[in-house]
T-cell receptor, first 111, second 112 residues
Framework: AQRVTQPEKLLSVFKGAPVELKCNYSYSGSPELFWYVQYSRQRLQLLLRHISRESIKGFTADLNKGETSFHLKKPFAQEEDSAMYYC?????????????FGQGTILTVHP | NAGVTQTPKFRILKIGQSMTLQCTQDMNHNYMYWYRQDPGMGLKLIYY???????DKGEVPNGYNVSRSTTEDFPLRLELAAPSQTSVYFC???????????FGPGTRLLVL
């Protein structure tokens, strides 16, 4: 069975500082990885997916199959980045389509 | 488009009571999902549906039932509420398995 681990429940940085939210996964096949974000009083929404290889709101994430990681990075954090971030994995085979979520990391960016 | 809507936003239940959490989407998505979000535990899939009349269990289905009579609606039923079902419930939908899942605003349920 697949598993997603986000080791930090809480992460605090100051505005303008770099930020990295860690995500590690365990899955024997080729996964599809996602980052979802939930801003205060808003619904959960997709931030980015690894197959797109795009930067959204200044965030990037690279899938490292050797380290089984998909860390989310931003070089200069902004106050509006404060939110709950979830890493998620979609497996193949019979589990295709189902998302497995990590525990989530609450990011707080201080002014 | 309203996207995915859920009602109610918040509900308090007594142990043993029953209730239905409503979920509706107006995006003509075939696939719909129910998740529960427990503190520090992330989201776990309860049930999902690949189309009207077709549902299947997710990771944590015990204590819940679902039905899918239309493409738009995917209600989640709690028959005998237990304190362990205190959680935030999210409904989501997607056009297909491989597409982005769109989430509703959530229903906060407290069972006392």
């Amino acid at each position: 069975a697949q598993r997603v681990t986000q080791p930090e429940k809480l992460l605090s940085v100051f505005k303008g500082a770099p930020v990295e939210l860690k995500c590690n996964y365990s899955y024997s096949g080729s996964p599809e990885l996602f980052w979802y974000v939930q801003y205060s009083r808003q619904r959960l929404q997709l931030l980015l997916r690894h197959i797109s290889r795009e930067s959204i709101k200044g965030f990037t994430a690279d899938l490292n199959k050797g380290e089984t990681s998909f860390h989310l990075k931003k070089p200069f954090a902004q106050e509006e980045d404060s939110a709950m971030y979830y890493c998620a994995l979609r497996a193949g085979g019979t589990s295709y389509g189902k998302l497995t979520f990590g525990q989530g990391t609450i990011l707080t960016v201080h002014p | 488009n309203a996207g995915v809507t859920q009602t109610p936003k918040f509900r308090i239940l007594k142990i043993g009571q029953s209730m239905t959490l409503q979920c509706t989407q107006d995006m003509n998505h075939n696939y719909m999902y129910w998740y529960r979000q427990d503190p520090g535990m992330g989201l776990k899939l309860i049930y999902y549906s690949v189309g009207a009349g077709i549902t299947d269990k997710g990771e944590v289905p015990n204590g819940y039932n679902v039905s899918r009579s239309t493409t738009e609606d995917f209600p989640l039923r709690l028959e005998l509420a237990a304190p362990s079902q205190t959680s935030v419930y999210f409904c989501a939908s997607s056009y297909s398995w491989g597409e982005t899942q769109y989430f509703g605003p959530g229903t906060r349920l407290l069972v006392l």
